[in-house]
C-alpha cells in the first residue's frame, strides 16, 4: 500500500465531507440549490477517475477507496459536532455547568 496516496485521498475527502457537511447544516432552509449543490460537490467521484488516470499503472487502484470513506467520516463528523453545539432550527444551546467545580455561591 502507497501510504502518500492513502494519506492524499483520505485527507482530500475528510476535507471535502467537512465542508459539504457544514454547508447543509448552515443551510437555513434545505431547498433545491442545497440539495443540488450539495450532490454535485459529494459526487465528485471523477476525483477517483483522475487519481487513476494520473497514476503509473494500477497501483493506485488500491487506495483511492480511502477517498469515499474520508467524505462519508468528515460529513458525519462535523453533522455531529454541529449538533453538539446547536439544536435543529439553528439556535445555540446552552452549555452544561462544570459538576466538578461545585455550586458558586456568592
Known amino acids: 500500500m502507497d501510504w502518500i496516496i492513502a494519506c492524499g485521498a483520505l485527507s482530500l475527502g475528510l476535507l471535502i465531507g467537512a ?3 457544514w ?18 460537490v459529494l459526487a465528485g467521484g471523477i476525483v477517483l477517475g ?9 497501483v493506485a487502484a488500491r487506495e483511492i477507496w480511502l477517498y469515499p ?5 468528515g460529513f458525519v463528523a462535523v453533522t455531529i459536532l454541529e449538533l453538539q ?6 439556535k445555540k444551546r ?4 462544570d459538576s466538578a467545580s461545585g455550586p458558586k455561591s456568592h
Open 85 to 90: 453545539y446547536y439544536d435543529y432550527y439553528g
Open 19 to 21: 465542508l459539504v457537511g
Open 94 to 97: 446552552p452549555q452544561k455547568a
Open 50 to 58: 483522475l487519481f487513476r488516470f494520473l497514476s503509473a499503472g494500477d
Open 69 to 73: 470513506v474520508g467524505l462519508l467520516i
Open 23 to 40: 454547508y447543509v447544516n448552515e443551510a437555513k432552509q434545505i431547498n433545491h440549490k442545497v440539495l443540488s449543490l450539495a450532490v454535485w
